[in-house]
């Protein structure tokens, strides 16, 4: 298969995505008081679109769950909150998601067909939610939103 092919497979597997990007994590931990943000700009307010949060662990991390508090700034400045749960191991302590190496890669979707109400500039941000302040084990986490396929109705 040529080079070229492989290209064009991909861009059409992704072709729903709207925007996408990870930030590391230090790697000595996740501080309760660092928050990853992630500027998005929106000119469609009629489409739909489904927002994710992608995680890369290590087999340090020690829980069997995450919690992430997700702070949406609106262009006007008005402040949305969520709190999403993320289970990334089985009760026998079995990991979930894909593993790669010594890594375990997971994809959380937490809002599903959504809309962007204005046009503007908006900045996602993200912290962990859990009880230790400094959380090992954590080495990227992402912002994916997608193109639904279909737009609001009127």
Known sequence: MSLLLLVLLAIACDRDVFFVDDQRVDPSGWNLNEKLSFDVEVDDTARLYTFFIDLRLTADYPYRNIFFFVNTTFPDGGVAADT??????????????????????NRYSFRKNMIFPMQGSYRFEIAHGMRDTNVVGVKNVGLRIERAGGERKH
Do not use: T
């Open 84 to 105: 999403v749960e993320c289970p990334v191991a089985l009760p026998d302590g079995q990991w979930m998601g894909k593993r790669s190496g010594g890594y375990i890669d």
